[in-house]
């Protein structure tokens, strides 16, 4: 099973706004995307943790009301969403991978879990592990996975992946040559593959975390 990357089904979409996210469940795949929490406890679809990169605006995500990106993100033509929405647009039909992108507090996690607690399709992401332990201390059949990037040792990666309350592993594409991870028997996703020539190179027997098919 493949997921496409923030939704980018091709050139055409664009990173995590909601008809990007519905022409990927329109081809049948799921998605990764990202999540931050607004100055109003919003949680939103959006990667950075400031305004800068997409919009920009010198404005982090954290200390904006989403009524404020909203209005900046529809002057752009790239309207952020809610979580709500994609919740909604899924139709918990599609896997959702939701990387938690800030370290949360333990409060934010409950709400989180409680906003998505009728959408069995959701599976926990983070780079910052903390998230994710915290996540499975508040409900330990949480979906959940660990995201390593490449300067993470295979040794700690191995060691990680020993946890039974873990589901999967999110891992950079330069793990696909290491045979040690190849063997871990826990589900892996490899991310990103940027091309259909990556793609046709590793599809066979991985599961691929992909953008411009």
């Not at 990764?32 to 607004?38: K, Q, Y």
């Not at 918990?92 to 507090?105: G, H, M, R, V």
């Not at 906003?115 to 959701?122: A, L, N, Q, V």
């Amino acid at each position: 099973m493949h997921l496409i990357h923030r939704g980018i089904v091709n050139k055409k979409y664009k990173e995590n706004i909601l008809n990007s996210f519905k022409a990927s469940f329109k081809r049948g795949y799921g998605i990764e995307t990202d999540i931050h929490l607004t100055k109003d406890h919003k949680f939103i679809c959006f990667h950075d943790f400031t305004l800068k990169r997409i919009f920009k605006k010198k404005l982090s995500v954290k200390s904006t009301k989403y009524s404020q990106i909203k209005k900046i993100s529809i002057k752009y033509k790239k309207p952020v969403p809610l979580l709500k929405d994609l919740l909604t647009a899924s139709k918990n039909k599609y896997p959702l991978f939701i990387e938690i992108k800030p370290a949360f507090s333990k409060k934010i996690l409950k709400k989180l879990l409680n906003e998505t607690s009728k959408f069995s399709k959701c599976v926990f992401i983070s780079f910052k592990h903390k998230n994710i332990y915290n996540l499975l201390k508040i409900k330990n059949t949480t979906k959940v996975g660990l995201s390593f990037s490449p300067v993470t040792s295979i040794k700690k990666i191995i060691k990680k992946s020993n946890n039974k309350k873990i589901n999967f592993l999110i891992l950079d594409k330069f793990f696909l040559k290491s045979k040690k991870i190849k063997h871990l028997k826990i589900k892996k996703y490899f991310y990103t593959i940027k091309s259909k020539i990556e793609f046709n190179k590793y599809n066979k027997n991985n599961n691929l975390i992909i953008e411009n098919l």
